[in-house]
């Protein structure tokens, strides 16, 4: 994993997309963001250099979350281009149940946000709030949807419905991450993707 000093742009690109940023807010931005560049199967620390948490925008490629429940690997989350990925804080739980771990499924471009630079901006500038409700609007919607998502009984209607929200990422990732993500074995994924193929081909 490899660092780049970055000037904020996609940043601010990012962020003014969801509400308009002050030139206080810019100027701190260009200061304090930085890229990792991740190479594809890598895993993504949690914190930077100095022990500091973290949460990520993927720029390029892939990520995916991860927990370890008695030796098994679960996939609980994929993502891709312009989405956050990282932990989200819980000051009322002192530590989660499962530690999530995140790694990247592509060689994959991430723009470092620290939560010392989340929190200087909620405490400096008010604004900021309105664009952390969105942020946290658009979180509980991806979280909301993978909830619906596992609750699904049929097995190849999970795969249809992930498969028309993300449409550019069912052929990016592994099978066996995208049958642990989707709830079903290996070989139920591949069965219902032989036949989606043999459909379409006819």
């Not at 620390?45 to 690997?73: A, Q």
């Not at 500038?125 to 949807?145: C, D, T």
């Amino acid at each position: 994993m490899s660092h780049i000093k970055d000037d904020g742009e996609r940043l601010i690109n990012f962020l003014n997309s969801l509400h308009p940023l002050s030139k206080k807010v810019i100027a701190l931005a260009r200061k304090k963001t930085f890229q990792i560049i991740v190479k594809k199967n890598e895993l993504i620390p949690s914190i930077n250099n100095t022990g500091e948490e973290c949460i990520f925008i993927v720029l390029k490629g892939i990520v995916r979350g991860f927990i370890l429940d008695n030796g098994k690997d679960i996939t609980t989350v994929i993502t891709d281009e312009n989405n956050i990925v990282g932990h989200v804080r819980n000051p009322g739980v002192a530590q989660s149940v499962y530690e999530e771990q995140f790694q990247a499924l592509e060689n994959s471009e991430l723009l470092v946000l620290e939560y010392s630079f989340i929190d200087a901006l909620y405490k400096k500038y008010p604004e900021m709030n309105i664009l952390a409700r969105k942020l946290l609007a658009l979180h509980f919607n991806m979280s909301q949807e993978r909830s619906i998502l596992c609750r699904i009984p049929s097995a190849e209607v999970r795969y249809n419905k992930f498969r028309l929200s993300n449409p550019k990422l069912k052929n990016r990732v592994p099978v066996k991450f995208l049958a642990t993500y989707l709830g079903m074995r290996i070989e139920t994924l591949s069965r219902i993707r032989k036949k989606e193929k043999l459909e379409s081909a006819a």
